[in-house]
């Protein structure tokens, strides 16, 4: 029998909110521009939550754009939260260069960054 799959919700618990926060991360934590966006983070100890902070300017788009922006960085994040190796806050900052571009070449640019900042999980490749 299998175990069951995990829950791949993005609550509000899992929200970075308060001005403070993001703050915090980027004076404290680490940053990372990797293709149309820039990641900032800051880990955080065992038995923390994981939470996500997204940032997208007027540079961006118009509202539609920056909102379609957001939308694409949130899911990305939701599809591969429990492949981080530890619990971070996370800030994702879309650039200009975002508007546009399919879900594939965010989802790209996103792991790749996380992967530059070391923080995804080592996945260990299965010979046949």
Same mark, same amino acid.
């Given at each position: 029998?299998?175990?069951p *799959?995990?829950? $791949?919700?993005?609550g509000r618990?899992?929200?970075?909110?308060?001005?403070?926060?993001?703050? $915090?991360?980027?004076e404290?934590?680490g940053? /990372? *521009?990797c &293709?149309? /966006?820039v990641?900032?983070?800051?880990r !955080?100890?065992?038995?923390?939550?994981?939470? !996500? &902070?997204v940032?997208a300017g007027a540079?961006?788009g &118009?509202?539609?754009?920056?909102s379609?922006?957001?939308?694409?960085?949130?899911e990305?994040?939701r599809?591969?939260?429990?492949?981080l190796?530890?619990?971070v806050? =996370?800030?994702?900052? *879309?650039?200009?260069s975002?508007?546009?571009?399919?879900?594939?070449?965010?989802e790209?640019?996103?792991?790749s960054? =996380?992967?530059r *900042? &070391? =923080? !995804?999980?080592q996945?260990?490749?299965?010979?046949?």
């Amino acid at each position: 029998m299998t175990p069951p *799959a995990q829950r $791949r919700g993005f609550g509000r618990d899992q929200r970075i909110k308060h001005g403070r926060d993001f703050s $915090r991360v980027r004076e404290q934590g680490g940053r /990372l *521009a990797c &293709g149309c /966006l820039v990641a900032n983070w800051l880990r !955080l100890p065992l038995g923390s939550p994981t939470r !996500l &902070g997204v940032v997208a300017g007027a540079k961006v788009g &118009g509202s539609v754009v920056r909102s379609r922006v957001k939308r694409l960085l949130r899911e990305s994040f939701r599809l591969h939260q429990f492949d981080l190796n530890g619990p971070v806050d =996370l800030v994702l900052v *879309a650039r200009p260069s975002i508007a546009g571009k399919p879900y594939s070449v965010v989802e790209r640019d996103f792991l790749s960054a =996380l992967r530059r *900042a &070391g =923080l !995804l999980q080592q996945v260990q490749q299965v010979q046949l």
